[in-house]
């Protein structure tokens, strides 16, 4: 028993006894009980090639962390308070690493909830670990088949998500281009789940924009040259490029396509929201253009958007809790998915089963998430829809001078 629960115990006992006069006889509520220890798994990419997306999202985790020890847990309806721990792990950009992390934080750790991961190759690969054991796992990364079966179209049960889908983003890229007067489009992409996905729905929307797909390059994230794929992309005469992929591979990326053809217009995902794009790039950043989560242009979202006290809030805190580190749309994503958890586990009674915790949880996930404004924007979750997001909650940005700008369809 911990000195916090023998004080409690200790507490009660003289209430029952009568020597507590005070609380006995003032009618107000008696201590509240300590109840078991909430375990909420959190596995990311902290190391490897998507730590400029991981570590944000590990240092988000270790800040909430603390958030709760300060205040001393949380209290469920029925009046008992729970310690939470949120047992982190680093899963080194590695699928492997990311399908052990995930088995142990359920089979051996007996966390209820599990937030990973930063990688949508690495979430696809631990879905039937989540799957198999019942537990709810919410990921930090973009790819539509980590909640949708690609096979059978249908929502997977146990796994949700916080980033915006890979479609909403193109949704965004296609207008753009269309808006501009483009017709022919090159794709670059890294072969992996992220830039698959990337690949599929940008085909899809631009398609159905109208815009041809005259070449699509593949090429690996440990990749730093590619003369091969630009020649193919000057061949083709395309008059844009679209580069699905995350840092640092999508800035070499970028500045081969600028370095080329300093003239071509540049679409990319939002997997590159993060100053790692910016900083990597360098001067081939400026004017590329692509969607993003509004913390990335705060000062531009007006007073009156549900999500600005919010997003103002855990600027501060990580800001704070890092001395200064740079903000990060992914660390938001970290945030919504463990906010969200916490959300479920306050509605949570004492003495539940550890399997009824996960399915309570899991249930309320699916149908109280209604309206809730995280980082990543206003969510609405259903049976159907275990992201909760649309379009609506990236705006386009454009970069200058080295900094994010709001580039609304107003200036296009």
């Given at each position: 028993m911990s000195i916090r629960s023998k004080i409690l115990a200790i507490v009660t006992l003289l209430a029952i006894v009568g020597l507590d006069v005070t609380a006995c006889n003032s009618g107000t509520s008696q201590e509240t009980g300590q109840g078991v220890t909430y375990k909420i798994g959190f596995n990311s990419s902290a190391t490897g090639a998507s730590a400029s997306l991981g570590l944000p999202e590990a240092k988000t985790a270790e800040m909430i962390q603390k958030q709760i020890n300060d205040q001393g847990g949380i209290t469920g309806p029925d009046g008992v308070k729970h310690d939470v721990k949120i047992v982190i792990y680093d899963d080194e950009s590695v699928a492997d690493n990311a399908v052990s992390n995930v088995t142990r934080l359920i089979q051996e750790d007996e966390a209820v909830a599990v937030v990973s991961t930063t990688g949508s190759g690495t979430t696809i690969a631990h879905i039937p670990v989540c799957e198999e054991n019942e537990t709810p796992c919410i990921s930090m990364a973009s790819a539509q088949p980590i909640t949708v079966n690609a096979d059978t179209g249908e929502t997977y049960r146990w796994m949700f998500k916080t980033p915006q889908t890979n479609g909403h983003a193109g949704e965004w890229q296609a207008a753009y281009l269309k808006a501009t007067g483009v017709s022919s489009v090159c794709i670059l992409y890294t072969d992996d789940g992220y830039g698959k996905d990337c690949l599929a729905n940008f085909k899809a929307t631009a398609e159905a924009a109208g815009l041809e797909i005259v070449y699509e390059g593949a090429y690996a994230t440990s990749d730093t040259e590619f003369s091969a794929q630009i020649a193919q992309v000057q061949a083709s005469g395309c008059q844009a490029v679209?580069?699905?992929?995350?840092?640092?591979?999508a800035s070499l990326a970028t500045v081969a396509v600028h370095t080329a053809l300093p003239e071509i217009p540049i679409t990319l995902g939002h997997g590159v929201c993060n100053q790692a794009f910016i900083d990597?790039?360098?001067?081939?950043a400026n004017g590329t253009v692509f969607p993003c989560g509004k913390i990335t242009v705060l000062d531009q979202v007006a007073d009156s958007d549900p999500q600005k006290?919010?997003?103002?809030?855990?600027?501060?805190?990580?800001?704070?809790?890092?001395?200064?580190?740079p903000i990060s749309t992914f660390g938001g994503h970290a945030w919504d998915a463990v906010e969200m958890t916490l959300n479920a586990l306050e509605s949570l009674n004492d003495g539940m089963s550890l399997e009824e915790q996960r399915t309570a949880v899991r249930d309320y996930l699916e149908n109280q998430i209604q309206g809730w404004p995280g980082i990543g924007g206003v969510f609405t979750m259903s049976p159907a829809d275990h992201n909760g997001l649309t379009k609506e909650s990236l705006l386009f940005v454009t970069v200058e001078d080295g900094r994010w700008v709001a580039f609304p369809e107003s200036e296009w």
């Open positions: 679209e580069v699905g992929s995350t840092p640092p591979v990597t790039a360098g001067a081939a006290t919010v997003l103002q809030k855990y600027i501060d805190d990580y800001t704070a809790f890092t001395n200064g580190e």
